[in-house]
């Protein structure tokens, strides 16, 4: 019996603060990580942007979306792996419809 595969998206916000080097190492280990376990069929770096509201005294985030197929128990990691990373300060994980 084969595995279910699904589309998903992805959106964080990396601590602008970090310097471009940090942020970009950031992007780049997330994107290895959704490559690993699945297939990243979009990346889009909004890039830096005022926050609606400040979250831990900081007023601008470094966005990145990313749209991705994988199994269904990965986003569930990927989600725990963001709220570990010291570096990203909000995300989202969602299931895009069919």
């Known amino acids: ?25 950031t992007v780049e280990k997330f994107k290895a990580l959704i490559s690993a376990n699945g297939e990243l069929t979009k990346v889009e770096e909004i890039g830096k942007k005022r926050l609606a509201y400040p979250i831990e005294k900081m007023s601008e985030g470094y966005y990145v979306l990313c749209e991705f197929t994988s199994l269904t128990d990965f986003p569930r990691e990927l989600e725990r792996k963001f709220n570990i990373s010291d570096a990203v300060i909000r995300s989202l994980v969602i299931a895009k419809g069919e």
């Not at 595995?3 to 940090?22: P, Q, S």
């Open 1 to 25: 019996m084969s595995e279910i595969k699904k589309n998903y998206e992805a959106m964080f916000i990396v601590n602008a603060n970090l310097g471009e080097e940090k942020i970009s190492a």
